[in-house]
T-cell receptor, first 116, second 114 residues
Framework: NAGVTQTPKFRVLKTGQSMTLLCAQD?????MYWYRQDPGMGLRLIHY???????AKGEVPDGYNVSRLKKQNFLLGLESAAPSQTSVYFC???????????????FGAGTRLSVL | GENVEQHPSTLSVQEGDSAVIKCTYS??????FPWYKQELGKRPQLIID?????GEKKDQRIAVTLNKTAKHFSLHITETQPEDSAVYFC?????????????FGQGTTLQVKP
């Protein structure tokens, strides 16, 4: 049981290049999330998904696209990378429950991206 | 939308002292408040959480209190140890029955000096 796995762990891009970050979870969670972490700004939600084939924008979606073709995978794409997208990216997932239920999010190990 | 403010941004204490981190939230519909700890270079991990129907929760040296009227909640760490040094994040959520989204505070870097 690996939990949440992110690939790659590190990447360096040149401005204008594109790339896709992969998040895979083996916990059969319905909800998945992509965050970026920058110093002093906490974890900011980029996009999220509440189920296969469904995605929605978070707090900072500009410059990113996502897809959830399979329940276990959530992809984050950068079409034309910019230096402002230099950050650490975390994926997380949680199970759908009801009422005032805990939605504990489990995080991947992160992807450190530098855009030059 | 929901906004979560966290203070202080940095906190330095002597080993054995207590540490308190405070958060305020804006959306009165929020009903779940977790705290995550992130060690250097690692992923955030849940350390304690509280639901809106509870005022206080304790787990060994850590405790969380919630004041729904004032819309603030706090993390208390007693008898701090060097291994408590990390970045701590508070968060607020309207619950998994919604979208499960968490809105995080900006984080507090806790340093415990031996």
């Amino acid at each position: 049981n690996a939990g949440v796995t992110q690939t790659p762990k590190f990447r360096v891009l040149k401005t204008g290049q594109s790339m896709t970050l992969l998040c895979a979870q083996d916990m059969n969670h319905e909800y998945m999330y992509w965050y970026r972490q920058d110093p002093g700004m906490g974890l900011r939600l980029i996009h999220y998904s509440v189920g296969e084939g469904t995605t929605a924008k978070g707090e900072v979606p500009d410059g990113y696209n996502v897809s959830r073709l399979k329940k276990q995978n959530f992809l984050l794409g950068l079409e034309s990378a910019a230096p402002s997208q230099t950050s650490v990216y975390f994926c997380a997932s949680t199970k759908r429950t009801s009422g005032i239920a805990k939605n504990i999010q489990y995080f991947g190990a992160g992807t450190r991206l530098s855009v030059l | 939308g929901e906004n979560v403010e966290q203070h202080p941004s940095t906190l330095s204490v002597q080993e054995g002292d207590s540490a308190v981190i405070k958060c305020t939230y804006s959306d009165s519909a929020s009903n779940y408040f977790p705290w995550y700890k992130q060690e250097l270079g690692k992923r955030p991990q849940l350390i304690i959480d509280i639901r809106s129907n509870v005022g206080e929760k304790k787990d060994q040296r850590i405790a969380v209190t919630l004041n729904k009227t004032a819309k603030h909640f706090s993390l208390h760490i007693t008898e701090t140890q060097p291994e408590d040094s990390a970045v701590y994040f508070c968060a607020a959520s309207k619950g998994s029955g919604n979208t499960g989204k968490l809105i995080f505070g900006q984080g507090t870097t806790l340093q415990v000096k031996p």
